[in-house]
């Protein structure tokens, strides 16, 4: 599903050049659910960014679904951001003054191949349900609990089928119970939807239950456990 060979970035910073990603080699299958954990500075964001195809390395290879990415375009990147990629963030970034199903409904309209109008409707709600909430689907963000606005969120990552979900720290900003259940969903959609889950986070409370988790420090991958459940 994803393979890394090389990985490089750095950033030129006055006179310094800052190794951002220093030799990064990573292979994700299919249905596998990751984290990716590391102190602030470690590379965390850097890598995100370049798995996300936001940002293009410096050096070395990045493929997605078999497919080099790392020598693409701005265009070529938006067009696989939108086919292939789900994205869930801390703050969960949902649209205020607007429901629960549009915010849902939102990807679709940006896809390669944009539905009608009832057919985006109908997969919205569909989604919804599948988070359990289409109770809510009707409702604004600031009409949601934190952990149901999270669930909205990896309703919408979901749109487009995403081959591969990238979640930046999604339980910064909730509890205990409700980072847990949004975790458990996760790997749920991991597994079910053959996805690719990658978490990036710091959040130990939430360790449990991945397929690997690698430990990033100064750019380099310093770790990694298996099958932590």
């Known amino acids: 599903m994803l393979k890394l060979a090389g990985l490089k970035k750095f950033y030129q910073m006055g006179e310094a050049r800052v190794r951002a990603l220093d030799g990064i080699d990573l292979s994700i299958e299919k249905n596998e659910f990751v984290a990716v954990m590391g102190p602030s500075g470690s590379g965390k964001s850097t890598l995100m960014n370049i798995l996300g195809c936001l940002d293009k390395p410096t050096e070395g290879s990045y493929l997605l679904d078999g497919r080099e990415v790392s020598g693409l375009d701005d265009d070529q990147l938006s067009f696989t951001r939108n086919k292939h990629l789900g994205f869930v963030f801390q703050n969960f970034n949902l649209l205020p003054r607007t429901s629960a199903l549009e915010n849902v409904m939102m990807p ?12 985006a409707r109908e997969r919205g709600i569909a989604l919804l349900r599948r988070v359990g909430l289409e109770d809510r689907m009707d409702h604004e963000p600031s009409q949601l609990s934190g952990g149901q606005q999270q669930r909205v969120a990896i309703a919408r990552a979901l749109a487009n089928n995403a081959k591969l979900i990238l979640a930046d720290e999604p339980t910064a900003s909730l509890d205990t119970g409700r980072g847990k259940l949004v975790m458990e969903l996760l790997k749920k959609i991991a597994k079910e939807n053959r996805s690719a889950v990658i978490v990036v986070t710091h959040d130990v409370r939430m360790i449990e239950g991945f397929d690997h988790i690698y430990q990033l420090k100064d750019g380099h991958i310093v770790g990694e456990k298996r099958n932590s459940i």
Do not use: K, S
């Not at 679709?108 to 057919?119: E, G, I, M, Q, T």
């Open 108 to 119: 679709l309209a940006y896809a390669p191949h944009a539905l009608h109008d009832r057919a």
